[in-house]
């Protein structure tokens, strides 16, 4: 495995992810992955184990093509006209208001975004990562907030490895599981 040598693991998966092209936000985030799995092989090795491959230069890379994802699915959006509903839903949950100073001069108007009301059964996105992995699986966890947001949905974050830590000896994918059960 990675173990033995995680800079040439870690150099395999850079390379495989920069190797491949894409066209859709789905196909982005799968480079994006292999570049953010390579990054974690290195990122806690010392300076002068790091075999070329270059922390900062790969952290480039990974922001680079985060960059190239986001713009990959702002092109997805702009083909996918809202429906009206949503439309309607967005133009009733915005307010405006005057602001005014603590000595009442007029700030001028402000809008405020209210965001859309979840529906009554309460359905919503459950996302289950260990602490020690938010970090690596960020960008993921912000599409499926996004997701959520943009459809009214719920968005759930489960960070509580608790059943899933020693001395229990289950795997953390049961992490969503444990969850599903408190939040249902």
Do not use: K
Not at 9 to 18: A, T
Not at 22 to 42: A, H, K, P
Not at 53 to 61: D, H, K, S, W
Request: aromatic share 8%.
């Amino acid at each position: 495995g990675c173990d033995t040598c995680p800079a040439a693991c870690s150099l395999i998966l850079v390379l495989q992810g920069i190797a491949l092209d894409f066209g859709t936000t789905s196909l982005c985030s799968q480079t994006l992955l292999l570049l953010i799995r390579g990054y974690s092989f290195i990122e806690p090795l010392p300076p002068e184990a790091d075999a070329g491959v270059g922390t900062e230069l790969l952290r480039e890379v990974v922001h680079a093509r985060r960059a190239r994802c986001a713009e990959a699915r702002r092109r997805e959006l702009q083909g996918m006209p809202l429906p009206d509903d949503v439309i309607a839903a967005a133009a009733s949950a915005t307010t405006s208001s005057a602001a005014v100073s603590p000595t009442g001069v007029s700030l001028g108007q402000h809008q405020h975004w209210h965001r859309p009301p979840a529906p009554p059964d309460r359905v919503a996105v459950l996302v289950a990562a260990t602490p020690s992995m938010v970090r690596v699986y960020q960008p993921f966890i912000n599409l499926w907030r996004c997701y959520a947001w943009r459809h009214g949905l719920e968005f759930l974050l489960e960070t509580d490895d608790t059943e899933v830590s020693p001395p229990h000896q289950r795997p953390p994918n049961w992490m969503r599981w444990f969850a599903a059960r408190r939040h249902l």
